[in-house]
């Protein structure tokens, strides 16, 4: 009866694990074909150049972000920023 068991039992984990790893490795094999097709489908697509839109987007958006904090504090610095030139006398 042992032997009999021992034996089912040692078919029954070749009968889950072998496809598992056959299953496994195959899946491996595919992550690198199928990055390589989504690269490809992305250029085609032009996903790239809206990528590259985007980024562009962010870095004028974070310029001019630049450029109004600089001009907010030279206003500040120098008071209002308006000149009163009337009062002078010449």
Known sequence: ??????KTVFLSLICIFLPAMILFNIGCEGTE???AIN???N???GMDAVKKKE???KQLDRIYKNEAEKARK?????GTGVTD?????E
């Open 85 to 89: 030139n009337s009062s002078k006398k």
């Open 33 to 35: 074909s199928r990055k």
């Open 55 to 57: 980024q562009a987007k």
């Open 1 to 6: 009866m042992r032997k009999y068991l021992k």
């Open 43 to 45: 250029s085609a697509a």
């Open 74 to 78: 030279g206003i500040e610095e120098e």
């Open 39 to 41: 690269d490809t489908v």
